[in-house]
């Protein structure tokens, strides 16, 4: 199948049938192969990665086809072992869907039939001249198209030309210039994690911090039908971050809104992020199980095994508690409040510095934010507490969600520059407490497991042993990586940045 963009060219299927029955001037049209119409479903993950990079993926017949923006098809057998990417065979179309996320299931965005023709056209003596391959899908709500690709035979470019130039004549539209995807499955909205937020450097902060919120509200929304649906641990992380930023709007926008609707708000996202965090720690251990099999002996893995037995077990317990929290009616009430809330705007009581320029406001706060994590450095070192270590981390999310809300107002490559240093410590940071986290969840467990009555085996005593002496060694290894880092954003070449964006003339010392 296709192999070209400037050869992929989609078709009515009635033009296409038409095209591949009428002769080519003196030549015949002759079916030399034909596939029978297969059931297929198309699919996506929940950020519509594939969507948005024009590529359609396919199961049909039991084999796993991929359409590409460039026309390309590729295809190998299947079928899939698993919900993700990661379950995939191996073959053509698992290594070039490497970008997919393997936390992230593959769902079904659509359904129809599909097949294929290939149809010759000969002259009188029973010479191929041209052949034309035809894919046809027609999707279950309706919609139909035929990917056409014509190919010329060696010493016969006459023929491809006037077979191009009757594909031409019949409506038919380059799919390079397409995207497949949205014409056989549109939707009203794709989903995105990361709204674009228009902003202006001339608006309130006011209204920077309204618009800031009233795009995350849908987004943690968004992602309710998937904790409920359980498909993958990324719909609760989602969630979470777009909770999160809304809670970071209200505490980093000081005096944005009236102090006491400020701390209500709070209150209120607050209530909606803590029936979440059990079930997210949970995950972020079990995700990591197949990792810590890869680092500990093999004498430590039954009891590593019988250990996250008994974590999926609460986590079972765990998430049962967050689906039934969901469902209540109350939860819908309050989300659906807060989502009118800010959308209208009408009930939100200006604070003394609500009518501040956005960009202005924002300069001042990241230009803050960035002078604390300076001071914050000069104090850390590799003997640093744990929880001043991770009081970093939070001043560093801080300024990143400061600095993604507020791009769309400066230079974009100057911007970049801070985000990638920025991005790098935060890693570190965050495997830092991951590990710190780790090891004291550990000794919850096993105290936990104790106190409810169950009898710790040794086997899951030393294999919780072995890998708290793992996480111990990964967090030392992180922390010097940590040191490097922060040295690299905090060094005079990134400070002299900052303060040319950020630093108003006035403040300059």
């Given at each position: 199948m296709p192999r070209s963009a400037h050869d992929c060219i989609l078709l009515d299927p009635a033009a296409a049938a038409a095209l591949a029955d009428t002769p080519l001037g003196l030549l015949q049209p002759v079916v030399r192969d034909a596939v029978p119409t297969a059931d297929f479903v198309a699919l996506d993950d929940f950020d519509q990665t594939l969507r948005r990079s024009g590529r359609v993926l396919l199961e049909a017949g039991g084999m796993i086809l991929l359409l590409q923006p460039d026309g390309a098809?590729?295809?190998?057998?299947?079928?899939?072992?698993?919900?993700?990417?990661?379950?995939?065979?191996?073959?053509?179309?698992?290594?070039?869907?490497?970008d997919l996320?393997?936390?992230?299931?593959?769902?079904?965005v659509g359904a129809g039939g599909l097949g294929r023709v290939t149809v010759a056209f000969v002259d009188d003596e029973g010479k191929s001249q041209v052949r034309l391959d035809l894919l046809s899908l027609q999707v279950a709500a309706g919609t139909a198209l035929t990917i056409a690709r014509p190919q010329a035979l060696r010493g016969y470019p006459q023929a491809g030309?006037?077979?191009?130039?009757?594909?031409?004549?019949?409506?038919?539209?380059p799919m390079a210039t397409d995207n497949l995807c949205e014409r056989l499955f549109p939707v009203a909205a794709v989903y995105d994690a990361k709204p674009v937020i228009a902003l202006q450097a001339d608006q309130t902060a006011l209204d920077a911090a309204t618009a800031i919120i009233a795009a995350y509200i849908p987004v943690a929304r968004a992602n309710e039908a998937g904790i409920i649906a359980d498909h993958d641990t990324e719909f609760l992380h989602d969630y979470r971050i777009a909770l999160r930023k809304i809670r970071s709007v209200l505490g980093l926008f000081r005096g944005v809104l009236d102090d006491g609707q400020t701390a209500e708000l709070k209150a209120r996202f607050s209530a909606l992020m803590a029936p979440t965090g059990r079930l997210r720690d949970l995950d972020v251990a079990l995700l990591e199980g197949t990792t810590y099999h890869d680092l500990l002996p093999k004498s430590v893995h039954a009891g590593l095994d019988a250990k996250f037995a008994l974590l999926a077990e609460e986590r079972r317990t765990a998430?049962?508690?967050?689906?039934?929290?969901?469902?209540?009616?109350g939860h819908a009430q309050e989300m659906a409040a807060l989502?009118?809330?800010?959308?209208?705007?009408?009930?939100?009581?200006?604070?003394?510095v609500a009518a501040l320029p956005a960009r202005a406001f924002a300069s001042r706060l990241i230009w803050k934010?960035?002078?604390?994590?300076?001071?914050?450095?000069?104090?850390i070192g590799p003997d640093t507490d744990d929880a001043e270590v991770h009081g970093l981390r939070i001043e560093c999310k801080?300024?990143?969600?400061?600095?993604?809300?507020?791009?769309?107002?400066?230079?974009?490559?100057?911007?970049?520059?801070?985000?990638?240093?920025?991005?790098?410590?935060?890693?570190?940071?965050?495997?830092?407490?991951?590990?710190?986290?780790?090891?004291?969840?550990?000794?919850l467990f096993l105290h936990g497991t104790g106190k409810?009555?169950?009898?710790?085996?040794?086997e899951v005593a030393q294999g919780v042993g072995a890998l708290t002496a793992v996480l111990h060694r990964r967090q030392t290894e992180e922390r010097t990586r940590t040191g490097a880092s922060l040295a690299q954003f905090t060094s005079p070449q990134t400070a002299r940045i900052f303060r040319g964006l950020f630093h108003a003339p006035k403040d300059r010392t």
């Open positions: 098809m590729l295809r190998q057998p299947g079928p899939r072992q698993g919900p993700s990417v990661s379950g995939l065979p191996e073959g053509p179309v698992k290594a070039a869907l490497a996320s393997p936390l992230r299931r593959l769902l079904v030309a006037d077979l191009r130039a009757r594909i031409a004549d019949c409506g038919g539209v998430r049962a508690r967050l689906v039934q929290h969901l469902r209540r009616d989502e009118d809330l800010f959308a209208t705007r009408t009930a939100l009581r200006p604070g003394p934010r960035y002078r604390r994590i300076c001071r914050i450095a000069r104090i801080k300024l990143r969600y400061l600095m993604e809300f507020f791009a769309p107002l400066f230079p974009r490559d100057e911007f970049r520059a801070l985000l990638k240093p920025l991005k790098a410590l935060q890693d570190n940071l965050g495997l830092v407490n991951d590990c710190a986290v780790q090891q004291a969840n550990l000794q409810r009555g169950r009898k710790v085996s040794l």
